[in-house]
T-cell receptor, first 114, second 112 residues
Framework: GAVVSQHPSRVICKSGTSVKIECRSL??????MFWYRQFPKQSLMLMAT?????????EQGVEKDKFLINHASLTLSTLTVTSAHPEDSSFYIC??????????FGPGTRLTVL | KQEVTQIPAALSVPEGENLVLNCSFT??????LQWFRQDPGKGLTSLLL?????REQTSGRLNASLDKSSGRSTLYIAASQPGDSATYLC???????????FGDGTTLTVKP
């Protein structure tokens, strides 16, 4: 199957700093990618849909100025958590559908804000 | 709005047993249905994708079925192994290449 990578896998930062997470589709192009966050022992919560060449679509309750998404190419989407606070600590996962609309997920990024 | 429910929330079986995980969805106008497994602290691994025109898919010891009319999908695992222990999630996108709705998952424990 297709491969989606995420970088970094883990990040620890101080409160108030910004953190950028990259999501790459390695062997296919993705005009759309999805960003999720997951709290311990809970299911995935969709944050936003990243659209190549246009603005991201955010889910209700997700602050677009807090979670900046850029989808500058057909293989890369980035999520920047701006002015991170401890409550932003979570597991962030991206996914991308291939041409058959099979979703492939990245390995996730564990963010810890001190 | 699509809602996806998975039953049971947790399941513990002895090694070698066959088992069935259930997934139900409220909107039968789905494009496809996908089953994943997630190991603790990891991303999701795609197991099986069933297109809306299909009724089942098989991969090794796994078989997934889809009944759109009843809004149900099942994941059958044959001859379970301790390595099958994980959380299993089903999801369905709202449009072609659209955002997916996930169930809460079934956490499976296979005891040696």
């Amino acid at each position: 199957g297709a491969v989606v990578s995420q970088h970094p896998s883990r990040v620890i930062c101080k409160s108030g700093t910004s953190v950028k997470i990259e999501c790459r589709s390695l062997d296919f192009q993705a005009t759309t990618m999805f960003w999720y966050r997951q709290f311990p022992k809970q299911s995935l919560m969709l944050m936003a849909t990243s659209n190549e060449g246009s603005k991201a679509t955010y889910e209700q309750g997700v602050e677009k100025d807090k979670f900046l998404i850029n989808h500058a190419s057909l293989t890369l989407s980035t999520l920047t958590v701006t002015s991170a606070h401890p409550e932003d600590s979570s597991f962030y996962i991206c996914s991308a559908p291939d041409v058959y609309n099979e979703q492939f997920f990245g390995p996730g990024t564990r963010l810890t804000v001190l | 709005k699509q809602e996806v429910t998975q039953i049971p929330a947790a399941l513990s079986v002895p090694e070698g047993e066959n088992l069935v995980l259930n997934c139900s969805f409220t909107d039968s106008a789905i494009y496809n249905l996908q089953w994943f497994r997630q190991d603790p602290g990891k991303g999701l691994t795609s197991l099986l994708l069933i297109q809306s025109s299909q009724r089942e898919q098989t991969s090794g010891r796994l078989n997934a079925s889809l009944d759109k009319s009843s809004g149900r999908s099942t994941l059958y695992i044959a001859a379970s192994q301790p390595g099958d222990s994980a959380t299993y999630l089903c999801s369905s996108p709202n449009t072609n290449a659209g955002k997916s709705t996930f169930g809460d998952g079934t956490t499976l424990t296979v005891k040696p």
